[in-house]
């Protein structure tokens, strides 16, 4: 079958089969076999190309993936999910985290099952402006939200596993010569930043200086300290509180 249609630009970048179809997969368009059958006489497969897209697609393979039925794939706007027979920006909410993916190591996504809820994760190189380094994150989506996980600063590539014994999605990685399961302990205390965006409260014009700032937290068991920063335009304050159960 040779595909002449115009909206494949360049070249086919990958062939996908998920949820019955098969996705074929341009570097500016989606397409979609599906309908299989034969004719009368059992000689003749019979079967029905449909484009979903014209002006997206992918020359990221690694990032194509199936989510609770959902085929999704990454490239350099974004990522997109095939809903239905459209295909639509899934990544709104980390818009500000894509322009500064290095796509020198392509996405690469696997699925994740973490605390009982199913995940799907995305393996990038990120531009941090708050570390000035580059470092890989997983930006991972259970269908309503996203977060960002972190397994390593040099991590190269990501891949799913199950067991018969648990049935559930367990995430492996490497950084070159190692292979290990991530997310595995969950014992262990790890540091994380909650950054809220520095907003002006609809009016841009306006100064603003901080009279009071707190937070509340519910800690089961442990210890641990938090560092709170305030930030306005023109200063910063760092509050230091010791956190116990």
Known sequence: LNITDAD?????????????????MGDQSVKQIGNISLNSAGT???????TLSSDQGTIYPLSCISFNRVFSFANKNGIY????????????????????VNF??????????????????????YADPFTGTTRSII????????????????LKTITTTSTLASGAHQLYGSSGADVRQML?????????????????HGNAVQGKKMIRAGFTYNLASGTGTMAQKVETERSSTVINRSLKS
């Open 139 to 154: 930006l991972t989506f259970n269908g309503k939200r996203w977060f960002v996980l972190v397994q390593g600063e040099s």
């Open 81 to 100: 999910a095939v809903l239905g027979t459209s295909v639509q920006k899934i990544s709104d909410d980390i818009d500000g985290i894509w322009p500064l």
């Open 104 to 125: 020198s190591q392509q996405p690469q996504a696997a699925l994740i099952d973490l605390n009982g809820i199913h995940n799907v994760g995305y393996l990038v190189r």
């Open 184 to 200: 595995a302990d969950a014992a262990t205390a790890v540091g994380f930043r909650l950054q809220t965006s520095l907003t002006h």
């Open 8 to 24: 494949l630009v360049h070249a086919i970048t990958a062939l996908r089969a998920a949820n019955n179809y098969l996705f074929i």
């Open 44 to 50: 003749l497969t019979l079967f029905t190309i449909l």
